[in-house]
């Protein structure tokens, strides 16, 4: 186990590496001169000069990745174009949006997924499951910032059982902070629950189809034993690593759906910079964003090993 | 009195009949064989007994245990019963046990299933079944999971799960065909022992007769869903009634004809190999490790003359297949020569390399898998003629593919046709086939009739015998069947453990073995005529 | 003398999948067919706006109303199916052309080449759609074709995975080890065997990338990362109805069922297409 622990911790690097790498070619690299790009067509030779100077656009491509990579590593995550805070301040302040945004999220597509896949590959055969595989298959269907848009209408402007953007922060309060996020989370993790659900079912149904199952019925465990120690326990592997990648697609939903909502978190952050061409602030909060979801892939992996035994040796 | 009795019973899949009028009794410390080939509703039944029928499959008649009808019974009588009182060993072990679960949790879980146990005791006799099976009874064999055990000790973990709970009757649907011989004599031991002890019923169903004959005290035989013929084994097999039994004993019994004219040997060999060696890299056991290397092919030197017929016979993972892989020249051996027609297959390239060869083909083992099954039968045969591209034109490909055809048997139609349309023993025909068309001085056949029917493998090695003495084709010809490679090889080599243990003319080796592990391989086949004759002795 | 198999046909119908399937082809057809049509003809110009009919209900002349500024819904649906299935279909292909090669290559050769397939498996995982059109877009602005690589690169990996593994399912059977003997190369070998092996799989996950590739290139536009005026798309028209959201909400409504709609076709699509091509799923014991 330990082995292969370490094994994915220099895989972690090696992909955090990389992306830093993708990123840092993309926003300054690609286009030339992104000084050029922050001052868009405003830009006079005077100030393109400064901003140059500033962003240490002068020195060689090497040496500007290894500033800003080791300056990550120590926390130092550069200062904003336009708000001329420190972007790591900024990203702190937006996390405490951004972390429970995805939190809350993640737990209820868990907890609405995975039960319903199990009914779904209970119930299979029946007309239960017909109408239960149908709003699954609408669900999958729903881009989750249109459903956000649905649950506006009926729950704030029809209704006005909770507010319809903004985020009132967490110093007034617990329900405060989770009332203006719980519209948000649930158009987030609606559509995702659906995906996990089916990926459920269908792990579910193929691993009834094997020997050992058999073999537990032979011993004498009931159908409902079978399905929980048997069943479920052994399907949950191919289910971890879709939920895994789904943490990667509920980042990029919350970007969306931040935005919908006027949420302060990093997706609104990100996009703002976009805008306001702060290339600083788009490229940490980027990488940011990027560790997240490869943090969440490792930790999958770990728990992947902790199920099945078979995995718990290194890689060739 | 009965302790399991099936009446009349049938299994329908929609309104197909699987198994008809089955009737069948088995009473206390009573091995029932059920004797059939593959479709002849013999696992069907099997999973009737424990009413684990596949989801959309029907029965009728009746199935009772001591007295109870089963066959209406609900899943909470079932539950109760399945385990406790009528238990299964499966016959492949490793899917029967469930991957992720440690072995000794999966013993444990039948335990406490059944009985109100505490954990102290439970463990307790855990520890003993692991022991009373012939495993270790450590808490440390107890935390292993399935992959980590070889297939014996897989199937003895299986058998622990069966027996957990001391069962009255025991059904094994071929428990030994996945494994080595000499695993199978001490898997059969062990379950023979077991049953005698416990005093249980064993419905033991099998393929092969010898194996029925030497565990069963009366024996059905089944075909097609339906049983032809039962009685106590000694008679049944003295006095056999039926057709189809008939047939299959004489199936099983089959050698197919001697060579017309004696082989004489040349003094430059077909194919030579010298000091071949290969292995290959283990998985790392940690990752800053060197891989550790498993030596699969170890220094092996062997010769084939034209026209001979040499047999390579081994248990799984002695290397034999790997050994062949290199005389086809899928893989580079590390060390060692090997020559072809006096030239080593890998030194050359292009043109030259295909010319070679054109005189080595294969028929491999899984008649299922050796297609590709979007080609059709003629595309298929015709495949190796890519290597005699240029050199022929359409008219002559199409010649040779129906000349292949006709050769092993097959119309000439066939070849307009997909493989799934064909039988097993029929694929295999064209396996052959399509070995043949670039009409080669050698075939290396690995397992060519493991997968088939007693009754079709007569029939192969038949078709392989004639195609020996009428093309002349030197065959190398690889199993783990003892029989398959007596009965059609002039010479034979024993591979144990990547080495060529013992070689010799067929007869000599088998008919006096030099080697241990020759001998143990030898004593460990049933054999039928000999499990007959001390069962005469002792007079039933 | 050959055996008798049930024909492939009477399976299908039999199938209860078959809905699935036929409501699948259905749908995608009707959403491509108008996306095709809206190339030559559409119920009424979209590119000139028309103050005076803002916001009409729904009515003979226009059945589904018009926007805020005056613009035939429907004929804003049929043209926008053309940028929402341009995207995904491109997106899917580019997938395809690397992911696909890089997959067999991996299975082929194993060891450093899957290793580095693996890595770079990783590494595009953690950029999703979003995040690398955000990247691009802050570099090299917005667009069709900025999206469509955005999308197209999640694809490549999706792509490699599928291939590799079909094509490592083939790799034991030993009709590839019969094309060996018979003197074929690898790449031959790739295209006789392996390919028309594992083009049912292929054609399922392009399905399912294609759904997905119109669901992100709606989220693009929604956020205006994706295609730029004045190419309309579905994404772009929820961006503008949602301010509208309270005392217009069909504008909303009707864009993104129309999305939903699509996406569940293609879904629909693939699934009845898996059923069908791969024997293995469908019923069995208990």
């Given at each position: 186990m330990l082995q292969f622990a370490l094994w994915r911790i220099a895989g972690l690097w090696w992909t955090l590496f990389a992306a830093s790498l993708v990123i840092f070619i993309v926003i300054e690299?690609?286009?030339?001169?992104p000084a050029q790009v922050m001052l868009?067509?405003?830009?006079d030779a005077q100030s393109l000069g400064a901003l140059r100077e500033q962003l240490g656009l002068n020195a060689p491509v090497a040496q500007r990745y290894l500033t800003w990579a080791t300056g990550m590593l120590h926390g130092d995550f550069g200062v904003s174009?336009?708000?001329?805070?420190?972007v790591a301040d900024l990203l702190r302040e937006r996390l405490t949006v951004s972390l429970p945004l995805a939190a809350i999220a993640l737990a209820l597509a868990t907890v609405l997924g995975l039960p319903l896949g199990v009914l779904a590959a209970r119930f299979r055969g029946r007309l239960s499951e017909a109408g239960l595989m149908a709003g699954l298959q609408v669900g999958v269907a729903l881009p989750n910032f249109w459903l956000a848009l649905l649950l506006i209408y009926v729950?704030?402007?029809?209704?006005?059982?909770?507010?319809?953007?903004?985020f009132a922060g967490w110093e007034k309060g617990l329900w405060a902070g989770l009332s203006s996020l719980l519209l948000p989370a649930v158009a987030l993790a609606l559509p995702q629950a659906a995906i996990l659900a089916r990926i459920m079912r269908s792990a579910l149904l193929d691993v009834m189809h094997e020997d050992y199952i058999r073999t537990a019925r032979a011993k004498g465990l009931s159908r409902q034993a079978t399905l929980w120690r048997h069943g479920v326990r052994n399907a949950m592997i191919p289910v971890l690593t879709v939920l895994g990648l789904q943490f990667s697609f509920l980042i990029a939903g919350a970007v969306i759906i931040e935005s919908v909502f006027y949420l302060p978190g990093l997706g609104r952050l990100v996009f703002q910079a976009i805008s306001q061409r702060d290339l600083i602030t788009v490229k940490s909060t980027v990488m940011l964003l990027v560790t997240a979801t490869v943090l969440v892939a490792f930790f999958v992996d770990l728990a992947y090993a902790a199920i099945d035994p078979r995995l718990r040796k290194a890689p060739r | 009195m009965a302790i399991l009795r099936f009446e009349n019973l049938s299994i329908f899949n929609g309104t197909t009949a699987?198994?008809?009028d089955l009737s069948l009794s088995l009473v206390r410390g009573e091995t029932l064989g059920l004797v059939g080939e593959s479709g002849s509703g013999k696992s069907l039944s099997a999973l009737a007994a424990l009413q684990?029928?596949?989801?959309g499959f029907a029965q009728s008649g009746s199935l009772r245990y001591r007295g109870q009808?089963?066959?209406?019974?609900d899943d909470r009588i079932m539950n109760r019963l399945r385990g406790r009182h009528i238990s299964m060993i499966f016959q492949e072990p490793m899917s029967a046990l469930?991957?992720?679960?440690s072995i000794g949790d999966q013993i444990l879980e039948t335990l406490h299933w059944h009985f109100k146990l505490t954990k102290k005791e439970g463990r307790a006799r855990a520890l003993k079944l692991l022991a009373r099976v012939?495993?270790?009874?450590?808490a440390e064999y107890m935390g292993?999971?399935?992959?980590?055990?070889?297939g014996g000790q897989r199937q003895r973990v299986v058998i622990a799960l069966a027996i957990a709970c001391k069962p009255r009757v025991l059904i094994a649907d071929e428990?030994?065909?996945?494994?080595d011989v000499t695993v199978q004599a001490q898997i059969l031991a062990l379950l023979k022992e077991i049953v005698k002890r416990e005093r249980m019923a064993l419905l033991f169903i099998s393929h092969d007769l010898a194996v029925i004959a030497q565990m069963a005290d009366r024996v059905a035989v089944m075909k097609d869903g339906e049983i032809v013929e039962q009685g106590p084994t000694l008679q049944l097999f003295d006095t056999m009634q039926h057709a189809y039994s008939k047939q299959l004993l004489a199936a099983s019994k089959h050698m197919p004809p001697k060579r017309t004219k004696p082989l004489v040997i040349g003094d430059t060999p077909l194919l030579q190999l010298h000091k071949l060696q290969r292995s290959y890299a283990l998985?790392?056991?940690?990752?800053?490790q060197q891989a550790p290397q498993k030596i699969?092919?170890?220094q092996v030197s062997l010769r084939i003359a034209a026209q001979q017929s040499v047999g390579l016979v081994g248990e799984s993972g002695c290397g034999k297949s790997t050994l062949a892989r290199t005389v086809l020249g899928l893989e580079t051996p590390q060390a060692g020569r090997i020559s072809f027609l006096q030239q080593d297959p890998f030194s050359l390239r292009g043109q030259r390399r295909r010319q070679l060869q054109r005189g080595i083909q294969a028929v491999f083992q899984d008649p299922y898998g050796s297609?590709?099954?979007?080609?059709?039968v003629g595309r298929t045969v015709a495949e190796p003629l890519y290597l005699l591209a240029g050199q022929i034109n359409g008219a002559e490909r199409r010649r040779r593919v129906l000349e292949a055809l006709t050769s092993v048997g097959?119309?000439?139609?066939?070849?307009?046709?997909?493989?799934?349309?064909?039988s097993g023993g029929q694929r295999q025909r064209i396996a052959i086939a399509r070995a043949l068309v670039t009409q080669p001085q050698l075939i290396v056949a690995d397992e060519?009739?493991?997968?088939?029917d007693v009754s079709v493998r007569a029939q192969i090695l038949d078709l392989l015998a004639d195609l020996r003495d009428r093309l002349g084709v030197a065959f190398l010809f690889i199993s783990h069947d003892l029989s398959v490679v007596r009965a059609i090889t002039d010479y034979v080599c024993v591979m144990n453990a990547g080495r060529i243990v013992e070689e010799g003319p067929t007869q000599d080796v088998f008919s006096a073995p030099r080697h241990p592990y020759t001998r143990l391989l030898l004593s460990a086949v049933p054999d039928l005529e000999e499990t007959l004759a001390a069962r005469r002795k002792v007079g039933h | 003398m050959m055996k008798n198999v049930p024909s492939e046909k009477a399976s299908f119908f039999n199938s209860r999948y078959s809905a699935s399937l036929l409501l699948g082809t259905v749908i995608t057809i009707v959403v491509v067919g108008t996306g095709v049509l809206s190339f030559f003809w559409?119920?009424?110009?979209?590119?000139s706006l028309n103050v005076a009919q803002?916001?009409?209900?729904?009515?003979?002349?226009?059945w589904l109303g018009t926007d805020q500024y005056g613009r035939d819904l429907l004929s804003m649906l049929m043209i926008g199916a053309q940028t929402s299935l341009g995207v995904g279909l491109f997106a899917v292909g580019f997938g395809m052309l690397l992911g696909v090669p890089l997959g067999l290559l991996a299975a082929a050769r194993r060891g450093f080449v899957d290793q580095l397939l693996m890595r770079f498996n990783d590494l595009v995982f953690a950029f999703p759609a979003v995040l690398s059109a955000i990247l691009i877009t802050a570099s090299l602005g917005p667009g069709a074709l900025n999206s469509i690589i955005a999308i197209g690169i999640f694809n490549v990996p999706v792509f490699a995975r599928v291939a590799r593994g079909g094509a490592l399912s083939l790799a034991g059977r030993e009709f590839l080890l019969a094309a060996r003997l018979a003197g074929k190369g690898a790449l031959r070998i790739t295209f006789e065997h392996v390919l028309p092996n594992i083009a049912s799989l292929l054609i399922v996950q392009a399905t399912i990338q294609l759904s997905m590739g119109i669901l992100a290139e709606a989220g693009l536009s929604y956020l205006g990362l994706g295609p730029q005026p004045p190419l309309v798309s579905w994404g772009r028209m929820l961006n503008e109805a949602q301010t509208l959201v309270s005392f217009a909400p069909q504008l909303a409504l009707i864009p993104g069922a129309t999305i939903v709609v699509a996406v569940l076709g293609f879904n629909l699509l693939g699934d009845g297409l898996r059923d069908l091509l791969d024997p293995k799923l469908r019923g069995g014991p208990r």
């Open positions: 690299v690609l286009p030339g001169d868009g067509m405003s830009g174009y336009t708000y001329s805070v420190p729950f704030s402007i029809s209704l006005r059982w909770l507010p319809a953007g903004g | 699987l198994v008809r684990l029928l596949p989801e009808e089963l066959s209406q019974a469930n991957p992720i679960k012939g495993l270790t009874p450590t292993r999971f399935a992959h980590q055990l070889s428990p030994t065909t996945a494994l998985p790392k056991q940690k990752f800053w699969a092919v170890n297609f590709n099954p979007r080609h059709t097959l119309p000439e139609t066939a070849a307009q046709h997909y493989p799934h349309e064909f060519p009739v493991s997968a088939l | 559409l119920p009424f110009n979209v590119s803002r916001l009409q209900p729904a009515s003979a002349q226009h």
